[in-house]
């Protein structure tokens, strides 16, 4: 925009200007007042050309005008004579810079420097909004990183709370496995001496046998809680040929449980094995509430045996199945006493055996047990 009264000297102006900038140029002009303050209403200009005396305005009064709506626009006086003192006050003011009409020479370079520094300045205020706005996000994401240190804290915090309590309840939990086994070993010593007493007075029967059978399951079932509770594992396994079927009518017969006429033989611990398939057995009674709904079957398969304890209880759910046979795990699902079926899985393990638990059609959990069968060269005595 170009304020000037004289139409020789805005030609003159042009002139100076057309072919000396790198951009288009078009060049508003206005005369007075009246027509400044409407063309700065009606757009925003990229620099503006003021003369510095005008008949009814002066250059000064129109800077401030400018200044006032478009603060950012460069203001060029171009005037015919203008003293030092006017001219420094003019600068003073904030007015961009000033050119005599006669050094129009001096015109298109003051114009480009004019613009090159509002795109410097505009760069330097992007740049500086920038950095706020980046110094706003980072200052925002360290806040966030100190709140999530402190719920990381705190969450480690209830976790070593936890931990310590889980070990408090596990060194009770041995401490009543070991004081309870030691506790219960002697009246089962007692037991044992009432009925070898009781041998020798009436004589042998199979009911003394039976009870003689128990209480020797009982005392090795005592021994392995004591072990477990310091944390060793199932021992004195003693191998040799044995009738398998007839160790499973066995246990049928002591809990009132249907098994298998079959006689299969393997390789074992009979001892061992009767206490496994009597916590299997137990626990499928316990659960289910009545005897009637457990059965046990077995069958051949590839180089093994396969005995299935099958109960029609509530289930083993899919979450408790990884669990069941931890250490020291109680469930009320598993109907796990905590260390029965751990007992069970270590001694199926020692005998190169696999056991597991899967849904029962029909309702309820059946455990399998797997054994290898005697190899033809097997020699044990």
Do not use: C
Request: aromatic share 4%.
């Amino acid at each position: 925009m170009h304020l000037e009264d004289n139409e020789l000297d805005h030609e003159l102006v042009l002139f100076h200007l057309e072919g000396e900038l790198p951009w288009p140029t078009q060049v508003t002009r206005v005369e007075d007042e009246a027509g400044f303050r409407s063309a700065l209403l009606g757009g925003r200009p990229h620099l503006i050309l003021s003369d510095f005396a005008l008949p009814t305005y002066d250059g000064l009064s129109a800077f401030r005008a400018a200044h006032e709506l478009l603060p950012n626009v460069p203001f060029i006086i171009v005037t015919g004579a203008m003293g030092e003192e006017t001219a420094v006050d003019t600068l003073r003011e904030g007015v961009t810079d000033y050119i005599l009409k006669q050094r129009l020479e001096r015109l298109s370079p003051a114009v480009k420097r004019a613009i090159a520094e509002v795109d410097a300045q505009v760069s330097r205020e992007l740049a500086e909004q920038e950095v706020r706005e980046l110094n706003r996000s980072l200052q925002a994401r360290l806040e966030e990183v100190e709140r999530l240190r402190n719920v990381a804290e705190r969450q480690s915090q209830r976790l070593e709370i936890q931990a310590r309590q889980l070990e408090e309840a596990l060194n009770l939990q041995k401490t009543f496995l070991a004081e309870t086994s030691h506790e219960l070993r002697t009246p089962l010593t007692a037991l044992h001496g009432y009925l070898r007493r009781a041998e020798r007075e009436v004589g042998g029967s199979q009911t003394l046998q039976d009870a003689q059978r128990v209480a020797e399951n009982m005392t090795r079932l005592v021994n392995d809680l004591l072990q477990l509770s310091r944390g060793e594992l199932v021992q004195s396994i003693e191998m040799h040929f044995m009738n398998l079927g007839q160790l499973l009518r066995q246990v049928g017969r002591d809990f009132g449980v249907r098994a298998p006429e079959d006689d299969l033989e393997v390789v074992g611990d009979p001892g061992r094995l009767t206490q496994v398939f009597v916590n299997l057995v137990t626990n499928a009674i316990r659960v289910s509430g009545r005897a009637d709904l457990v059965t046990i079957e077995a069958g051949l398969r590839a180089g093994e045996v396969e005995v299935r304890v099958v109960d029609h209880g509530p289930g083993v759910p899919d979450h408790i199945k990884p669990r069941i046979f931890d250490k020291f795990y109680r469930g009320k699902e598993a109907g796990s006493a905590g260390l029965g079926l751990t007992i069970a899985q270590q001694v199926v393990t020692a005998h190169g055996g696999t056991i597991d638990v899967v849904d029962t059609p029909g309702g309820g959990a059946t455990f399998r047990v797997r054994l290898p069968l005697p190899e033809e060269d097997d020699d044990l005595g």
